[in-house]
């Protein structure tokens, strides 16, 4: 049996006094899409971040494919991820095409192949070649979401990561959202762990739901279960009832 | 009592740390200058932003302070029959002393600021973190470049600074004060020694070093919010005023103590 791709062990993260993340286990199998729900302040993005090492754990381990991700060197690791920011987080000093092409232009791509690259990356999430030369303030939040999401995937990676990829935006630009970024976990075979607390994004995105409270995974099990899970957490999370386990106070 | 020192002993222990924190990251940020890769295209548009376009802000102030130099040097110099030297005074003020206090103070507003304020937005809205996850260092790709072109613009706008500074003593002079254009050139060029322009340049380096460094320093390191970048961009600025007038006394001390 295969190492999973990802694997947290009893992983913590304090900031002062707040314990944050409380010794998280979690495996995400090769090609495997986990969605981590809970509410707002319970530690989600914390949680991707001390994957990525955006943030250094206070202790457990981070694997990637059964190696300690400490032990790896940044680029081995990081080299294969796309990562979509809650606000996306392009380069406002940058237009679109040379954010889409960011990693493509910085290994030396000429940048003839590089922008007809990110103009081809763009029209797979929807964006029409006009877009490549805006700057990201020239774009619509929904827009910018999609230039974000085509620069997460534009060097094809093995892993992907979206941290909250719906906030702001409305139903039907999230439901857009969604599908794409299904559809590029399916193509490219990718692993992922997407953030979030739309019940939509779940049952759009996840293979496997994580409901993540009080710095603990409460519940873990597929995405077709979240209805029916018997789990108090997690039906008050999908009833979004303020009654129940999990407190509104944070 | 042992509440107040307990205080003042977390105030200093917290300071020390900053403080280290600090030296680590100018140590990290110079040794990135003989580490592989370097980005070309970053450096040529901090250059741009920092030495260019610092051009007008620095020209018209050098421009009014040599100006005003003359006319104080001239009335200063009149109560003991003394107002002959307004040429070389002018030009060793600007050069030594004016010409690169001035040009530092300037970038300090203008590139410290900006510098700080960018870094910080981009801290804020994770852009930074997007750099990381795109496996490109910030130290190499926003510190670096920002460093580097400082360093290398700001004795080239001290230069042009302590020109045009004496231009305006010049213009002053002649047009104001009845000097012989010809005899004020002549005095001042006479004047000025090679140690004079070479502090003028190391004066500029060190200055446009410490300009970028705390705008970096201050943008990479910033609170949260608006208000975290309202910190950052003020900190940045203060700092960078304070250890250009700092460095600039050791500075003449060195190249000027008897």
Request: charged share 15%.
């Amino acid at each position: 049996m295969s190492a999973p791709a990802i694997e947290t062990r009893a992983l913590r993260k304090t900031f002062g006094d707040l314990r944050v993340l409380d010794g998280i286990d979690l495996a995400v199998a090769p090609g495997e899409s986990l969605v981590v729900i809970g509410g707002s302040g319970t530690g989600k993005s914390v949680l991707l971040k001390c994957i990525l090492g955006l943030l250094q754990p206070d202790g457990g381990t981070v694997r990637i494919e059964g190696r300690s991700r400490a032990a790896l060197a940044p680029r081995d690791f990081l080299d294969r991820v796309g990562m979509l920011f809650q606000g996306g987080a392009l380069f406002d000093s940058l237009p679109v095409w040379q954010n889409v092409a960011f990693r493509h232009l910085r290994d030396g791509m000429a940048r003839v192949e590089a922008r007809e690259r990110a103009i081809e990356t763009l029209g797979r999430v929807g964006l029409p070649p006009r877009t490549a030369d805006l700057y990201p303030a020239e774009l619509s939040g929904g827009m910018q979401k999609r230039a974000a999401l085509a620069r997460a995937i534009a060097a094809e990676p093995a892993f992907l990561f979206c941290d909250e990829p719906t906030a702001g935006l409305d139903p039907i630009l999230a439901g857009v959202i969604n599908r794409l970024i299904r559809d590029s976990v399916d193509r490219l075979g990718a692993t992922a762990i997407t953030i979030t607390h739309d019940l939509t994004t779940v049952r759009t995105v996840a293979d496997r739901v994580a409901l993540l409270d009080g710095g603990r995974i409460r519940w873990m099990g597929p995405a077709a279960a979240i209805d029916h899970s018997g789990d108090a957490h997690v039906e008050q999370f999908v009833a979004g009832s303020d009654r129940g386990p999990i407190s509104t106070l944070r | 009592m042992i509440a107040l020192l307990a205080r003042i002993g977390a105030w200093t222990l917290g300071g020390l740390a900053g403080l280290g924190r600090f030296a680590a990251f100018a140590g990290a940020a110079v040794t990135h200058l003989v580490r592989p890769p370097f980005y070309g295209r970053e450096l040529a548009v901090a250059l741009l932003q920092i030495g260019w376009l610092s051009l007008p802000v620095v020209g018209l102030t050098a421009l009014f302070t040599g100006g005003a130099l003359a006319l104080q040097i001239y009335a200063g110099g009149n109560r003991f029959g003394a107002e002959a030297v307004v040429p070389q005074i002018v030009a060793i003020g600007m050069v030594r002393e004016l010409g690169p206090v001035l040009v530092g103070l300037m970038v300090a507003a203008r590139v410290t600021s900006s510098i700080a304020a960018e870094l910080a937005t981009m801290r804020v809205t994770e852009q930074i973190d997007a750099l990381v996850t795109l496996s490109t260092d910030p130290m190499k790709y926003l510190v670096l470049p920002r460093l580097l072109a400082a360093t290398l613009a700001v004795p080239l706008l001290v230069g042009v600074g302590d020109l045009i500074g004496i231009l305006g003593g010049w213009i002053v002079g002649t047009g104001r004060l009845g000097f012989v254009s010809a005899a004020y050139l002549r005095n001042t060029l006479d004047f000025l020694e090679p140690l004079d322009w070479a502090s003028s340049f190391a004066k500029g380096a060190v200055f446009g070093f410490l300009a970028a460094l705390m705008g970096c320093w201050f943008g990479m390191t910033s609170g949260r919010g608006a208000m975290g970048v309202g910190r950052a961009t003020k900190g940045a600025v203060v700092a960078a005023a304070v250890a250009i007038l700092a460095a600039n006394l050791i500075l003449t001390e060195a190249f000027f103590s008897a």
